[in-house]
C-alpha cells in the first residue's frame, strides 16, 4: 500500500510538466508566427490573405446560384472576393448598399476572368455614396486618348450591363494623373471627356435613362498612389449610388 500511495504521489507531483509543455508549444508557435509575418513577402502575404478569405466566407457557397445554375446578380450570395488587393481608401456604407457590393462581386466573379478582374479591376469597394468600381483609364482608352482600346469594349460591355442590372443610378468620375492632359488644354478637360465618353457608350449599348447618369470630372485632385504606382491614378471610378441618393 505505501508503495502504490508513493508511486501515485509521484504521478501527481508531473502533471505540471504536461501543462508546461503546451505552453512552451503555444509560445514557440506565438514567436514562429510573429518571425513570419516580420517577412516582408508579398506573395506569401496575399496568400495568406486569400485563404483567410475562403475560409471566412458562409458554408456551403459553391460558386452557384439556385437550382445549380451560375450565380447571377440577384442571388443573395457572396463567396470570395474577386477583388485581390482592395484600396482601403473609403469609409463604411449602408446595409443596403454592401448587400449591393455582396451582388456585384458575384457578377464579376461569374463574368470576368482572373486576368480581366487583374487588368481591369483597379478597386471595388462600399462607401457613404454607394457602390464604387475603379477602373484603370490607361486599360480602357488608348494612350493618352478619348478613345476607347478596341480590346476594352467586352469588358466595358459586361460592365455596362452591370450597371443595368443593379438598377441604380450611376455617377461615373473621370480622374487623371498629375498634368496629364492628353489631347486637352487641361487634366479638367482631359478627365471630363473621357468620363462623358464611357457613359454615352453605357447610355447608348444599354438604353439607360438619361436621368440614371451622371459624370463629374475630378482631373488630378484626387491621387490614390505614389511613386511608381502614380500613374494608376488615371482611372474612372463608376459609382452605384445609394438608392436613396437625387441628383
Given at each position: ?51 483567410i478569405?475562403?475560409?471566412l ?14 450565380a ?145 470630372s475630378l ?29
Amino acid at each position: 500500500m505505501r508503495a502504490r500511495h508513493s508511486e501515485e504521489h509521484g504521478n501527481d507531483n508531473e502533471r505540471w510538466l504536461v501543462s508546461y509543455a503546451d505552453f512552451i508549444t503555444l509560445m514557440f508557435a506565438f514567436f514562429a508566427v510573429l518571425y513570419a509575418t516580420s517577412q516582408k513577402d508579398t506573395e506569401k502575404a496575399k496568400e495568406f490573405q486569400e485563404s483567410i478569405k475562403k475560409y471566412l466566407i458562409k458554408a456551403g457557397v459553391a460558386g452557384t446560384g439556385a437550382a445549380g445554375n451560375p450565380a447571377q446578380l440577384n442571388d443573395a450570395v457572396k463567396y470570395n472576393s474577386p477583388i485581390e488587393s482592395p484600396i482601403p481608401t473609403y469609409n463604411d456604407a449602408k446595409p443596403d448598399t454592401a448587400r449591393v457590393l455582396d451582388q456585384v462581386e458575384v457578377f464579376i466573379e461569374s463574368h470576368l476572368s482572373k486576368e480581366e478582374r487583374k487588368k481591369y479591376i483597379l478597386d471595388l469597394a462600399a462607401d457613404e455614396w454607394g457602390v464604387r468600381i475603379v477602373v484603370p483609364s490607361g486599360q480602357v482608352f488608348a494612350r493618352e486618348s478619348d478613345k476607347f482600346n478596341p480590346e476594352a469594349l467586352a469588358f466595358v460591355n459586361k460592365l455596362s450591363d452591370l450597371i443595368r442590372q443593379t438598377r441604380r443610378k450611376i455617377l461615373i468620375e473621370g480622374h487623371v494623373a498629375e498634368n496629364e492632359t492628353g489631347p486637352f488644354k487641361s487634366t479638367w478637360d482631359f478627365a471630363s471627356v473621357r468620363s462623358l465618353n464611357l457613359l454615352r457608350y453605357m447610355q447608348k449599348t444599354q438604353k439607360l435613362a438619361s436621368t440614371q447618369l451622371a459624370s463629374a470630372s475630378l482631373a488630378d485632385s484626387k491621387p490614390l498612389f505614389k511613386g511608381e504606382r502614380a500613374a494608376d491614378n488615371s482611372r474612372m471610378e463608376i459609382i452605384l449610388l445609394n438608392s436613396d441618393y437625387e441628383f
